[in-house]
């Protein structure tokens, strides 16, 4: 028996009585839950990208709502005896949302429709995200003029009508539609706006979506994916937002507006100050060359906070000045070294390959030269070299 769909025709009617026409105990997801049927529902099941109504039936939790074949489930946490009945009670702060978010994305997508000529080809609204697929690819400005007309439709508070005409009237107006529908064609109405089938649950005035933000766009599958937030979402993403900001100047002890004037301070300081460090760096390398006595052949020199350029100069100074093998390690046993060799009589890349066999070091090079890291340390290396 076909499940009454009260939201179908009243999507602002928050309790019912309905009648139990089936329970059963059901496994869903490793837990005990009852599936339960009632001649009537205001409940919304998961459909069309939209997942369900919450809330409870008498003291049980309906914790999933599902549709086949016209058949409402209720997955509740308790069960119900066969012909009882039970009182329904949604949790309207989560369908409100919902509805606000759902009429938002018809509006988007209704102007984008209008004005670019663009299809829907997928719709998601989830308790975290909504996202509508649309089958051309738009620009920022394209974005930004629908999102304004968007914002002026939800301001002119224009109604939002549900209804199911009869065929000849279907046959004769011009509707979007996401596929082929079977049986009796549900339509939304947002008049001079949008038309378009849908089963779910909307806002009776666009003015009620309060605010349709974009917060992100991109290329997908050849057409545009968009992030909308609408309503007491949008004003959450609002607050959340402004935080980040706050904390984020309140750290760098500036004005809002002098943010990305401060980071880019900041970002050009460390750059000086790295370059510094690593003359400073090069400065230690060179005395330390210095003072190696000259008759040495084999030279291994550790020293942390090095560059590659500084690395690979000291290295060439090794090998004019000694015979043997002539490294430069750089870094620390907790996370590793980068090195450079060099030799005027050993084989580097040879060397290279062995400390990749023995130490799983990474890189190589020439016969004259190699470079790479390991993660080993000190100890570790020097019994290797
Ligand atoms: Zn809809």
Redesign the pocket.
Known sequence: MKTEALFDTNAYLKDFVGKVISCEEVQKEQERCYKVVLDKTAFFPEQ?G?TSDIGKLDNAQVLDVQIEDDVIYHYCASGFLIGEEVHGKIDWKHRFNNMQQ??G??IFTGVAHNTYGADNVG?HLSDNTVTLDLNIELNQEQIDAIETKANEIIASDVAVK?YYPNQELLGAINYRSKKEIEGAVRL?EIEGVDL?A?????VSTTGQVGLLKVVSFGKYKGGTRVYILCGMRALEDYNRRLQLLASSYQLLNCKEDELPEKVSGLIEDNKQLKYRISEIKAGMLNDQIERILPDLTDVTIFMDGLDAKTMREGVNTLVERHDGLCAIFSGDDETGYDFVIGSKTRDCAAIATGLRELLGAKGGGSKQMAQGNVQATRNEIERTL
Request: aromatic share 6%.
């Open positions: 069309g939209q759902h009429t994305e018809h719709f549900a939304v378009c849908c089963c779910a649950p909307h």
